[in-house]
């Protein structure tokens, strides 16, 4: 199981932005997830439950504007590290780091969408409200909460993987993948 990267590209890390943007995404999607699991176990016109749907809008916008950054940050002006392993794993590496990208914007496209289905205020943090036309109709509406609700279990469980697959690299391959990654490592 040896890695086909030499020791000076093992020891490469990203930027400190790529870092902080990896780190900052993380946290949204384990708010995100966690608020919207937890609102829904709450009876319907509670006010904990509309403070966290009122959260969880307004910090799904934000993130709208944090995933925008590091996408044009990834493309843009990211550092490029050399993929290890063999080629069946740098394939699974790119789709699965690809594939998450994709998910996160179609979530978040999504997760806008089924707000505005919903006839509900697009508030961010009781500062202001965007306009809501009203372009969907009800099958549209239930679509769209479909859609965002098993997108996000989607979203989590290959979040997951790609996290025990780092732990994996560290642990069982020790080929320095998840040092790249790491605040301060």
């Not at 006010?47 to 990834?74: D, E, M, T």
């Not at 998450?100 to 999504?110: E, G, H, N, V």
């Not at 969408?113 to 919903?118: N, V």
């Not at 500062?127 to 372009?135: N, V």
Request: glycine residues 6%; aromatic residues 12%; positive net charge.
């Amino acid at each position: 199981m040896s890695s086909t990267a030499t020791p000076q590209q093992l020891a490469t890390r990203y930027d400190r932005i790529t870092i902080a943007l990896h780190w900052l995404v993380v946290l949204f999607v384990v708010f995100l997830y966690f608020s919207a699991i937890v609102w829904g176990e709450l009876p319907r016109g509670t006010p904990v439950r509309k403070l966290l749907q009122a959260l969880h809008v307004s910090f799904g916008l934000l993130f709208i504007a944090v995933l925008a950054w590091r996408v044009y940050w990834r493309l843009a002006h990211g550092r490029r590290l050399t993929r290890v392993g063999n080629p069946a794993q740098r394939f699974a590496s790119a789709a699965v780091q690809n594939g998450l990208y994709l998910m996160l914007i179609a979530q978040a496209t999504i997760g806008v969408c089924w707000r505005i289905a919903q006839q509900e205020p697009l508030a961010f943090f009781w500062l202001f409200e965007f306009p809501e036309p009203q372009i969907f109709g009800a099958a549209a509406k239930q679509l769209l909460h479909t859609l965002h609700e098993y997108l996000g279990h989607t979203i989590v469980a290959v979040a997951v993987l790609h996290g025990l697959a780092a732990i994996y690299h560290h642990c069982v391959l020790r080929d320095g993948v998840l040092r790249r990654m790491l605040p301060g490592a």
